[in-house]
Nanobody
Framework: QVRLVESGGGSVQTGGSLRLSCVAF????????MGWFRQAPGKEREGVAAIGTDDTTAYEDSVKGRFTIAKDTSKNTLYLTMNDLKPNETARYYC????????????????????????WGQGTQVTVSS
């Protein structure tokens, strides 16, 4: 079992940037799909980004070119860099661990497995003002 702890959220103006971090505790073994999700009040949780064991990435269409997911294995940390933030991206952002997969599994494939992510952090709030 793994515990995930997010940080880095806050309040920014439209067009601002934030970098979210997610540190894993406990079972920090490698070989898992990892991803970021977000949920705004009154809306369903949606996938934002995923990263595979080959370090390739996949993104929700609306954030492509503005958000970047990355990981630092030596620090047991997952990151989400968000640029040019928009008010409708105000939400609580969560990191999550998906299924264990083979080496060289792509982020695109991990994105297709979003329904199988079972380990979640508590989230960090991002508020974007207009």
């Amino acid at each position: 079992q793994v515990r995930l702890v997010e940080s880095g959220g806050g309040s920014v103006q439209t067009g601002g940037s934030l970098r979210l971090s997610c540190v894993a505790f406990g079972d920090t073994s490698g070989g898992y799909c990892m991803g970021w999700f977000r949920q705004a009040p009154g809306k369903e949780r949606e996938g934002v980004a995923a990263i595979g064991t080959d370090d390739t990435t996949a993104y929700e269409d609306s954030v492509k070119g503005r958000f970047t997911i990355a990981k630092d294995t030596s620090k047991n940390t997952l990151y989400l860099t968000m640029n040019d933030l928009k008010p409708n991206e105000t939400a609580r952002y969560y990191c999550a661990r998906g299924p264990r997969v083979l080496p060289r599994t792509s982020g695109a494939y991990c994105n297709s497995l979003r329904s199988r992510y079972t380990d979640w952090g508590q989230g960090t709030q991002v508020t974007v003002s207009s």
